[in-house]
């Protein structure tokens, strides 16, 4: 017993970024259902799940290329590619749906791939490239679709973005969702299994491998990481492939959920940078080395909560935006307490 | 050949190229214009003067982000500092029209290089962050609709005049572009500029304030953007919702065209405007090219990729 509580107290001094978020996401999101005249529901968890799942998949995928201290700022753009690519593929019969979730995925893990191919061949910073490549997807973009709309199956969309009651009800399983053993997970949202169940199976299992965990040394020490005889190479290619799935199985759950592609640019752009407000937030370092795709998922999920909470409080609507501005500023200033507290001024230096 | 290639220096070898490639460009939109239309309007020079015009704006928020960049920080509010600039100066109008844009400009700096400098944190997101509140702000102040007040004369003939022939515009910006040359080339705050971009503890050790200069140059990088702004306003004679939004990316890519290393540290103001050149005329070929949407942002895209590849190469860390 008492090991486990060590283990624990070792994991939340390595990971206080994370520990605070997960805090903060519990508190705020906890008093948004008290204050929610139908709180504490299954429909408005569903209707915040939905909303949420998009920008918490964009905000994982950009985690990735930040821990090795880069930025992916192509992810929004990318994520728009493949919700324009979903749009015309998510209908018919059963194994098309299922073509078409697959070619939508990987699409976005090949467009990721191809960012880690310029970045490690062509020896260039990151955050440059992903700014060209990123206008690149928005041209194919619109080429796929160069107007709103689209088409996708209805039972799929339905299905996808309720409740796991109604999941079962549309495939006929678990008696149609009324079986006896069902019920006490049938108000779980399936857009929540789906974001949770894509992290576990995905980046969880990663961070465990050698390329994963050279993410981490290059984002603390790059020459220290190649001293080491650690697959730089091969870690950054599959940190920008990752993100390129992430932005993909976003891309396809905002198909589904809106039932339309759009390739809009200043949408891309919003949620590039949400994403990275996101990574701040989730105790991600914009440095690199630090953080977890984990805490990016929450981060995202911070962000999500504080707008809707703009709802419930009647703030008006002129004064929304003002509010989310300063609730940022102010969230990523508790990081400076750090910067008041150094006594060796030259820490602060990177 | 190769003894002339040698005498290059390297931070010039990135200005050549792009210089040549605003040459192709050139050549390549007049071989299509001749074979379609059988005219050469691209290389008339009323037809350069309306470019580069329309460039001035992007290429004085280029300078702006250059300080900034050359510090390896970025600056992502630039956008709706320019959108608030020109909308409290037309708001207040008259003569103390163009003092409040830059005194909104400078406040937004102050604010900025306080957060990064003294803060701490990190500029890409306490940047993002100020955009953020300014856009707030500004909705807040108009009520999200295009603020109904114009445009003073002044602003409209600095940015749509002519004197003899020339747009006035291309001179605020040569004139802002002599200035920050001088200042990054032949002052003590250039010169600490490069150094505490190359590496602060170094720097700071030497004797240079960094806290001052990231500061002063994001000061810099508020007022060059609220000049951007009210220029804008007053080309289309009034301010509006997202007017700043189109120039964020171009401005940052520009900067890095024209060679500067986004890490900081090293860059030439002559490369940033020459980037800003060769953008402003690429998008213009394309237009006149008649190229839809979709093939102007793969070309754009593929055309900076294709540029860095060429000489923004970085060293392989080895140690």
């Known amino acids: 017993m008492r090991s486990l509580f060590a283990t624990l107290g070792v994991s939340i001094r390595q990971n206080r970024g994370f520990y605070g978020a997960l805090a903060m996401f519990c508190i705020i999101y906890f008093f948004y259902h008290v204050l929610h005249p139908r709180g504490f529901s299954t429909n408005v968890l569903v209707a915040n799940a939905n909303e949420s799942v998009a920008l918490a998949f964009v905000a994982m995928a950009q985690a990735i290329p930040v821990l090795i201290g880069g930025l992916d700022l ?3 753009a990318v994520m728009t590619l493949t919700a324009c690519i979903a749009s015309g593929l998510l209908h018919g019969s059963p194994e098309q749906i299922v073509f078409g979730m697959v070619v939508t995925v990987l699409t976005g893990t090949a467009f990721g791939f191809f960012n880690g191919l310029v970045i490690v061949l062509g020896r260039l910073q990151p955050i440059i490239v992903t700014l060209a490549t990123g206008a690149i997807a928005m041209g194919f973009a619109l080429l796929v679709r160069p107007s ?3 088409r996708v199956d209805g039972d799929l969309n339905w299905a996808l973005t309720n409740s796991l009651r109604e999941f079962a009800d549309v495939y006929g399983l678990a008696d149609g969702g009324r079986a006896d053993w069902f019920q006490p997970v049938a108000w779980v949202p ?3 299994i789906i974001l949770f169940g894509v992290a576990a199976l995905v980046w969880v299992p990663f961070r465990r491998t050698v390329t994963g965990r050279t993410l981490y040394a290059i984002g603390s020490a790059e020459g220290a990481a190649y001293m080491s005889g650690l697959p730089i190479a091969r870690a950054k290619i599959a940190a920008f492939t990752l993100a390129g799935f992430f932005a993909g199985c976003g891309g396809l759950y905002l198909a589904i959920q809106t039932s339309t592609g759009n390739a809009d640019i200043p949408q891309a752009g919003a949620y590039t940078l949400n994403s990275i407000a996101s990574v701040v937030l989730g105790g991600v370092s914009l440095l690199g080395g630090i953080g977890s795709a984990i805490g990016a998922l929450i981060g995202a999920l911070i962000l999500r909560v504080i707008s809707f909470y703009f709802r419930i409080l009647a703030i008006d609507p002129l004064l929304q935006p003002l509010v989310e501005g300063i609730v940022l500023l102010l969230a990523v200033s508790l990081g400076a307490v750090r910067a008041l507290r150094v006594k060796n001024r030259l820490e602060l230096f990177r | 050949m190769n003894a002339i290639i040698n005498r290059i220096k390297p931070d010039d070898f990135p200005i050549l ?11 390549a939109g007049t071989a299509y214009t ?3 239309m059988g005219t050469a309007p691209l290389l008339t020079p009323n037809y350069l003067m309306t470019q580069l015009q329309i460039g001035a704006f992007l290429g004085i928020a280029a300078i702006g982000m250059m300080m900034v960049i050359l510090l390896g920080h970025i600056d992502l509010s630039i956008p709706w500092t320019m959108a608030a600039a020109a909308m409290m100066a037309t708001s207040v109008g008259g003569p103390a029209a163009i003092p409040t844009g830059l005194a909104i400009g400078l406040l937004v700096g102050l604010f900025n290089g306080f957060g990064v400098a003294y803060l701490r944190i990190p500029s890409m997101i306490f940047t993002l962050g100020v955009d953020t509140v300014l856009r707030g702000l500004m909705v807040a102040h108009t009520g999200g609709y295009a603020p109904q007040t114009e445009a003073t004369e002044l602003m409209r003939w600095l940015a749509s005049g002519r004197v003899l022939g020339i747009p006035n515009a291309l001179f ?3 004139a802002i572009a002599l200035i920050i040359g001088v200042v990054l080339q032949r002052t003590a705050f250039g010169r600490a500029i490069y150094a505490t971009g ?20 994001f000061v810099v990088c508020g007022l060059c953007a609220a000049a951007a702004g009210m220029l804008l306003a007053g080309y289309s004679t009034r301010a509006y919702q997202g007017m700043g939004n189109a120039y964020l990316l171009p401005s940052i890519a520009a900067v890095v065209i024209g060679g500067t290393r986004i890490l900081g540290g090293s860059g030439r103001l ?10 402003v005329l690429l998008n213009s070929v394309l237009s006149i090219m008649q190229m839809p949407e979709a093939g102007r942002q793969i070309i754009y895209g593929t055309v900076i990729v294709g540029m860095l590849l060429v000489y923004g190469r970085n060293a392989k860390i080895t140690s």
Do not use: D, H, Q
Request: charged share 5%; glycine share 16%.
């Open chain 1, 74 to 76: 192509s992810v929004g």
């Open chain 2, 198 to 217: 190359n590496k602060e503890a170094a720097a700071y050790l030497s004797g240079i304030r960094t806290r001052w200069v990231i500061v002063g140059s």
């Open chain 2, 17 to 27: 190229i792009a210089g040549g490639f605003v040459v192709i460009i050139l050549l």
């Open chain 2, 34 to 36: 001749m074979t379609v």
């Open chain 1, 190 to 192: 399936v857009p929540l």
């Open chain 1, 148 to 150: 709103p709309g689209g």
């Open chain 2, 270 to 279: 002559t490369g940033t405007v020459v980037g800003v050149i060769l953008i």
């Open chain 2, 172 to 174: 605020v910006w040569a």
